[in-house]
């Protein structure tokens, strides 16, 4: 499996940003996708998961301003981030946990 995340950039706080992971390879045994973040000088930190039926689990920092979907057909996770501040900037991981499969991850910065 490898994952490809896109979608990161340079936004305003308040704004938002919609990030996009999509999966390529034996993509049916995954069950479970999570968004995970790392700000310069810290530990990289879950954000959301998206587990079987589609169950999800959030960061408390994230909670009513970030949604974590899956688009079964296409293969690709998202992570819809509203509201965005400035302690969201980080470098922002797509992965499978169980796999242990990670992508290359992709930059956020919330201007203040």
């Known amino acids: 499996v490898q994952l490809v995340e896109s979608g990161g950039g340079l936004v305003q706080a308040g704004g938002s940003l919609r990030l996009s992971c999509a999966a390529s390879g034996t993509v049916f045994r995954i069950n479970v996708m999570g968004w995970y973040r790392q700000a310069p000088g810290k530990q990289r930190d879950l954000v959301a998961m998206?587990?079987?039926?589609?169950?999800?689990n959030y960061a408390d920092s994230v909670k009513g301003r970030f949604t974590i979907s899956r688009d079964g057909a296409k293969n690709t996770v998202y992570l819809q981030m509203n509201s965005l501040k400035p302690e969201d900037t980080a470098v922002y991981y797509c992965a499978a946990p169980q796999a242990g499969v990670w992508g290359q991850g992709t930059q956020v910065t919330v201007s203040s």
């Open positions: 998206l587990g079987s039926g589609d169950s999800t």
